[in-house]
C-alpha cells in the first residue's frame, strides 16, 4: 500500500504499539494525546523520529485514516476535542472497548452493551465520519503481529460504508492479517457483539494466563 498519513489518538500501550507498527512500515504517524508532552507521548515520539506527537486535534487534521486507541469511557471525549471538523470524511477505525474500570471486579465492565456500543456511538455522534470498528477482540501484540499465533485465526470488522472497510482490511493486511481471516460482520451495529467479547476474552486470560491468543473461527 501507498505509505499514508494516519493520526493514533490515543498514546497508550495499544496506541503506541499499533503507531510502532505502522511507522515501521513506512506510514506517516501522528500519535495524539490529551497531554502531548506526556512521557508517554513525547516518549514514543522520540523513539520513532519518523512519526511525532500532537494534541488530539493535530492528529486528526493530520490522519487519511484516524485511529481511535482511546481508553473507550474516554473515547467521545476525544473525539470532541480532536474536532468534528477535523474527522470529517475520514475513515475511523475504531479499535477502543468501552470497560468500565472504575466499578465492579477489576476486569471493568462494560460501559455500554446489549442494544448499543461504543462504535455506534460514535457513528451517530460524527454521521460524517466512516467508522470502521476491529482490532479491539485481541491484544495490541496481537493486532500488529499476527503471526505470534500458529496457524489462521480471525479477526472481526463491522461498519456501514464497504469502500472504508476495504481501507481498513489493506492496512491490516499490511499488519499481516490475510484477507481470509478477516470476517466482515457487516453494519456497524455488529460491533455490539465485538465489545461483548470482552468480558470472555477477559475470563480467557485469567484462564490462560497469557494475553498472546485468539480464536479461530470453523466453518463447514
Do not use: C
Request: charged share 20%.
Amino acid at each position: 500500500m501507498v505509505p499514508m498519513k494516519i493520526g493514533m489518538l490515543g498514546s497508550g500501550r495499544v496506541g503506541r504499539t499499533i503507531a510502532s507498527r505502522l511507522v515501521e512500515l513506512g506510514h506517516d504517524v501522528v500519535v495524539g494525546a490529551r497531554d502531548p508532552d506526556s512521557p508517554r507521548a513525547a516518549g514514543w515520539a522520540a523513539e520513532h523520529p519518523a512519526g511525532r506527537a500532537g494534541a488530539f486535534r493535530d492528529a486528526a487534521s493530520h490522519g487519511e485514516v484516524v485511529v481511535n486507541a482511546t481508553a473507550g469511557t474516554a473515547s467521545l471525549a476525544a473525539l470532541a476535542v480532536a474536532g468534528s471538523d477535523s474527522l470529517a470524511g475520514k475513515v475511523l477505525v475504531d479499535v477502543a472497548n468501552p470497560l468500565d474500570f472504575t466499578r465492579g471486579s477489576g476486569r471493568g465492565p462494560l460501559a455500554v452493551t446489549n442494544d448499543d456500543s461504543l462504535a455506534e456511538q460514535i457513528q451517530r455522534a460524527y454521521p460524517a465520519v466512516r467508522v470502521v470498528k476491529a482490532l479491539n477482540t485481541v491484544t495490541a501484540d496481537v493486532m500488529v503481529r499476527p503471526e505470534l499465533l500458529p496457524g489462521p485465526h480471525t479477526l472481526f470488522m463491522a461498519g456501514d460504508e464497504p469502500a472504508a472497510k476495504q481501507v481498513v482490511v489493506g492496512l491490516l493486511g499490511e499488519l499481516g492479517w490475510p484477507a481470509g481471516d478477516i470476517l466482515d460482520l457487516g453494519g456497524i451495529q455488529a460491533a455490539r457483539g465485538m465489545e461483548m467479547y470482552l468480558p470472555l476474552w477477559l475470563s480467557m486470560m485469567g484462564a490462560l494466563g497469557t494475553t498472546i491468543f485468539n480464536v479461530h473461527l470453523v466453518r463447514s
